[in-house]
């Protein structure tokens, strides 16, 4: 499977056990960074991996940070992408089953990383169930598409 993950300092320790996982499982890994420690902002970072995974440069991809929230946002504000932000494999499996989530989103800070490379497996393992689901996934598109036709919200 060709893959494509990013993660701010925060998540790069567990960004760099994912990548090593992966590759070692035999999957294609384009990792677009951060590289280092050193503090860096998630939002382009995780941007980038939705846009790669969306525009067909990857099946799936995997963002991480400290708790893993902000990054699935990035993520979903990217027009097609669908980030689920995992804690366990119950949480990785419906992600896929149900939503048909494109990218995985991992909290560094949440969870070890024994567990983390569990949730991968799982949400690359897992198959789109369609069904009943399929319904659901065209209104969320009819939302986003909705949103991106109107004007920029007003602040609150």
Do not use: W
């Not at 969306?54 to 097609?80: C, F, L, M, P, T």
């Amino acid at each position: 499977m060709r893959l494509v993950i990013g993660s701010d300092h925060a998540g790069f320790e567990l960004k760099e056990a994912v990548v090593r996982h992966l590759e070692d499982g035999g999957h294609q890994v384009v990792d677009v960074g951060t590289f280092s420690i050193e503090p860096v902002d998630y939002p382009p970072i995780c941007a980038d991996v939705a846009r790669r995974v969306v525009r067909g440069d990857g099946d799936r991809g995997i963002v991480i940070g400290g708790s893993g929230q902000g990054e699935a946002i990035a993520a979903n504000k990217v027009h097609g992408a669908r980030a689920a932000l995992c804690h366990d494999e119950y949480t990785s499996r419906l992600s896929r089953l149900h939503n048909d989530a494109t990218v995985l989103s991992l909290g560094a800070r949440v969870v070890a990383t024994a567990l983390a490379l569990d949730i991968v497996d799982v949400f690359l393992a897992t198959e789109f169930e369609g069904g009943r689901h399929v319904a659901r996934i065209a209104e969320l598109a009819a939302i986003e598409a909705e949103e991106c036709a109107g004007s920029a919200p007003s602040a609150p």
